[in-house]
């Protein structure tokens, strides 16, 4: 019998309970700003009192550049090749100018095309996909000229800065500097 009683009262409250829920009004929320976003969206269609033109997204300050962008002062143009040939020296010190970092990286962007000697006689000129690319010893390179036909291209070598970052194209310059040594 107490169990008769029992099983009453718990489905009294299962209907009890039940019987307040309603699908079209949610339920409490104990910390609203945790669900619903107290700021604007950025691209949103209806205009923000915050800013002049009404808009979230906004262009950047003008005069400001890019988290991990370095500025390179030289043009991409014949001037400014002249110049970073001239005047252009390398950042690194002792240890990074002896370091297999260089040739690693020579190894992955420049052998298919230079060789593995510097002579321009990679896989890829033997193939004849690509004619004329120079030996490093009947050129008259520099360290920085080496450094601004990596970041900028030349001729029709592209540009290597996407693929390297400044200290690593420093490296390579190194390195090809050995090369024409050897």
């Known amino acids: 019998m107490k169990s008769l009683y029992k099983i009453t009262l718990v489905l009294g409250l299962m209907v009890t309970v039940s019987s307040c829920f309603n699908k079209d009004k949610p339920n409490y929320q104990y910390f609203p700003n945790m669900y619903e976003a107290v700021s604007a969206e950025t691209y949103a269609s209806a205009p923000v009192d915050v800013f002049k033109n009404g808009k979230e997204g906004q262009l950047p300050a003008v005069g400001s550049i890019n988290r991990g962008f370095e500025p390179f002062e030289y043009e991409n143009t014949p001037e400014g090749y002249a110049l970073a040939k001239a005047?252009?020296?390398?950042?690194?010190?002792?240890?990074?100018?002896?370091?297999?970092?260089?040739?690693?990286?020579?190894?992955?962007?420049?052998?298919?095309?230079?060789g593995a000697a510097g002579d321009g006689k990679g896989k890829l000129v033997e193939?004849?996909?690509?004619?004329?690319?120079?030996?490093?010893?009947?050129?008259?390179?520099?360290?920085?000229?080496?450094?601004?036909?990596?970041?900028?291209?030349?001729?029709?070598?592209?540009?290597h800065a996407n693929q390297m970052s400044a200290h690593e194209r420093w490296l390579v310059a190194d390195y090809v500097l050995k090369l024409k040594a050897q």
């Open 87 to 114: 005047n252009l020296k390398s950042p690194l010190d002792s240890l990074d100018r002896g370091s297999d970092k260089g040739k690693e990286l020579y190894e992955i962007y420049c052998i298919s095309c230079h």
């Open 127 to 159: 193939r004849e996909k690509f004619l004329g690319v120079p030996n490093y010893k009947d050129r008259d390179i520099t360290e920085g000229s080496i450094f601004y036909v990596e970041t900028f291209g030349l001729n029709a070598m592209g540009s």
